[in-house]
């Protein structure tokens, strides 16, 4: 997890959980909070963190939460999650960025988005499993480096823009990306985790507060 001291009215509730999760599979947990660049939004340096990550540490997957996750329950494993999506020639899974609340109907939250660059399933990089191995690093690599380049570097979603426009539009990127479904994460239910968006801070403090009640076992 990338996150700056300024979050934490939620990630007090978010990192313990987390921790906690970890814990209970064996994982081991990072919590990132400088900086890498004055000049660039702080999304490129949780993208930076990840990539540095990747090149110092020698784990074989690493899993990318956003500050604003927190797990609903402790009983999926990211092996389980693996072994569901990481199919193929797959070595990147992102969250899809969108809901099935309507059964089997799939919307992504970003309509406008979603016609323009003419991708029904976006990705949200607020979570990212991946594989340590080099081409997910020379994916890292290149992303970063249109976040000095790119014009969509610098409007919102930014750095997702720059994999949308940028990315995935390279046949050989496109392949190695997959998407865990929404049963797994999403902002309105999730076996694993929640992902609040769209909110103040106080908002998702106030949405995560009951899950570090219950996981964490601490009372309200």
């Known amino acids: 997890m990338f996150a700056t001291p300024n979050l934490e009215v939620y990630t007090r509730y978010a990192i313990p959980t987390w921790e906690k999760y970890c814990a209970t599979h064996g994982y081991r947990f990072f919590h990132y909070t400088d900086a890498y660049y004055d000049d660039l939004h702080l999304v490129w340096s949780k993208i930076r963190s990840v990539r540095e990550h990747l090149y110092q540490h020698n784990c074989d997957y690493l899993l990318m939460v ?16 693996l072994t569901e999506f990481m199919t193929e020639n797959k070595q990147i899974l992102f969250q ?54 790119s014009p969509y570097a610098s409007k919102h979603p930014r750095n997702q823009q720059v994999l949308i ?20 994460v999403n902002k309105f239910k999730g076996r694993l985790c929640r992902h609040f968006s769209s909110k103040t801070p106080e908002q998702i403090a106030a949405l995560m507060k009951p899950f570090y009640c219950e996981l964490v076992n601490l009372t309200p």
């Not at 956003?66 to 999650?81: R, V």
């Not at 979570?127 to 340590?132: E, G, R, S, Y």
């Not at 426009?165 to 479904?181: K, R, W």
């Open 66 to 81: 956003d500050a604003d996750t927190i797990p609903t329950s402790f009983e999926l494993s990211i092996e389980q999650i």
């Open 96 to 149: 899809k960025d969108g809901s099935n609340r309507l059964r089997y109907l799939y919307f992504p939250h970003n309509l406008q988005l979603a016609f323009r660059s003419r991708r029904w399933i976006l990705p949200n990089a607020g979570f990212i499993l991946m594989q340590n191995n080099d081409a997910v690093k020379a994916f890292f690599d290149e992303w970063l480096e249109h976040a000095r380049t």
């Open 165 to 184: 426009y940028e990315m995935l539009t390279q046949p050989q990127i496109e392949n190695m990306v997959g998407y865990v479904e929404t049963w797994v």
